[in-house]
């Protein structure tokens, strides 16, 4: 069965720093990735995503993933985190044929 | 252009109640989603369809769920005899292929469904 982990229910950094949302995942085959974000009271709003190639993935708002196959990990990272960036971050995980299973969320408040 | 966009966004039943949630994909899209949110928790997949044809339904957590997307286009989710436990946010996602093919999945805001 498929599963998704992220590990940290919180994360916080102060903005103009460095920020990762940590993502791993437990499946049988050869995943596709994603990151999702979701604002309050808003529905999730795609970041980026993984299928194959280059291990370094960029997405939008500067956002960038890194695939790690022997470490089954998909941590989300941004060089320079903006008050803006506070939200709820969803990792999710998809095998052909089969259907999204999300990790449980992190929430990232930037600290102005 | 237009999102995927859902109706109501906030429904209050009295446990027992029948509702019914609808869905307006992005258009031309073939694929659609429903899931579960509860409070605090990631999406919870409960079904698909690929045009009008009801692809899986494995997550549909009782016979009280139903969902139907008659013309390959808008979708509803219905919910026969509303339970408190069904208290949370219904969310539809569209994609412009099929489930399972590293195809972007596109949500809309959700519906907040509280039962009372």
């Known amino acids: 069965a498929q599963s998704v982990a992220q590990p940290e229910d919180q994360v916080n950094v102060a903005e103009g720093n460095p920020l990762t949302v940590k993502c791993t995942y437990s499946v049988s085959g050869n995943p596709y990735l994603f990151w999702y974000v979701q604002y309050p009271n808003r529905g999730l709003q795609f970041l980026l995503k993984y299928i194959t190639g280059d291990n370094l993935v960029k997405g939008s708002y500067g956002f960038e993933a890194e695939f790690n196959k022997s470490q089954t990990s998909f941590h989300l990272k941004k060089p320079s985190a903006l008050v803006s960036d506070s939200a709820l971050y969803f990792c999710a995980v998809i095998l052909y044929g089969q259907n999204f299973v999300f990790g449980p969320g992190t929430r990232l408040s930037v600290l102005p | 252009g237009a999102g995927v966009s859902q109706s109501p966004r906030y429904k209050v039943a009295k446990r027992g109640q029948d509702v019914a949630l609808r869905c307006d994909p992005i258009s031309g899209h073939v694929s659609l989603f429903w899931y579960q949110q509860a409070l605090g928790q990631g999406p919870e997949f409960l079904t698909y369809?690929?045009?009008?044809?009801?692809l899986d339904k494995s997550g549909l957590p009782s016979d009280r769920f139903f969902a139907e997307r008659p013309e390959g286009s808008v979708s509803t989710l219905k919910i026969q005899r509303t339970q408190q436990e069904d208290s949370a946010v219904y969310l539809c996602a569209s994609s412009l292929w099929g489930s399972g093919v590293g195809d972007t999945q596109y949500f809309g805001p959700g519906t907040r469904l509280t039962v009372l």
């Open positions: 369809f690929q045009n009008e044809a009801q």
